[in-house]
């Protein structure tokens, strides 16, 4: 299968980088049911305008606070939220490296100028060719606008690149684009579906 791959597109949160904010919004917002919590994440106008790059992170705290009612201060919010990105995922870095160096690397996030200089502090900016980010490119996964802004700007097409990202709703959205696609969680999984694909050989650890 590696013939029909030349370039491969990770999400970061949960795939490269451990990112948790959940248990702050399941305090905050009382339930800790991850879909529940990661829907209204991402119904909020807060969110949606300060991951596409529209408003600063102050403006975001504060919207957000009023929009979730968080029973909290904008700046709490804002503290907690600065330090969701904890560090790179065990493995990440060995997995990054054993890409032969005939694919094309890159990222595609929604993600936050904040949480973007967090991680590129870990060193991982300087494993990928690129990054697509929403806060830069101005749109969010799933829609598909997000995934084709990352293939034009690897220069190739949908069916040349591999995806891989743990939320189920961003690889269904890969495949209608005409991507490859897989749902993985961690750099152990990410490892095992581009062995599987004949990205990695299996010999490489």
């Not at 919010?77 to 493995?91: E, H, K, N, S, T």
């Not at 997995?95 to 595609?108: G, H, Q």
Request: aromatic letters at 6%.
């Amino acid at each position: 299968m590696s013939n029909a791959i030349k370039g491969v597109l990770f999400d970061i949160g949960g795939v490269l980088v451990a990112l948790d904010g959940m248990p702050s919004l399941a305090k905050w917002l009382g339930t800790e049911v991850p879909d529940v919590l990661h829907a209204r994440w991402m119904a909020c106008p807060s969110v949606v305008a300060h991951e596409t790059g529209k408003i600063d992170a102050a403006t975001f705290a504060s919207g957000l606070v009023a929009d979730l009612q968080l029973p909290i201060t904008a700046d709490v919010f804002l503290d907690d939220f600065c330090r969701w990105p904890q560090g790179l995922l065990a493995g990440a870095r060995e997995l990054l490296d054993d890409i032969p160096r005939r694919y094309r690397v890159a990222a595609l996030s929604n993600t936050s100028a904040v949480h973007w200089a967090r991680i590129t502090d870990m060193g991982l900016g300087q494993r990928l060719e690129h990054a697509y980010l929403s806060h830069q490119t101005g749109y969010l996964k799933p829609a598909h606008e997000a995934f084709l802004a990352a293939t034009e700007g690897m220069a190739l097409s949908p069916s040349d690149v591999l995806f891989l990202d743990d939320g189920r709703i961003n690889v269904d959205a890969a495949e209608r684009v005409g991507m490859h696609a897989c749902l993985v969680t961690g750099p152990e999984e990410a490892r095992t579906a581009l062995v599987a694909w004949g990205v990695i050989p299996s010999s490489a650890r």
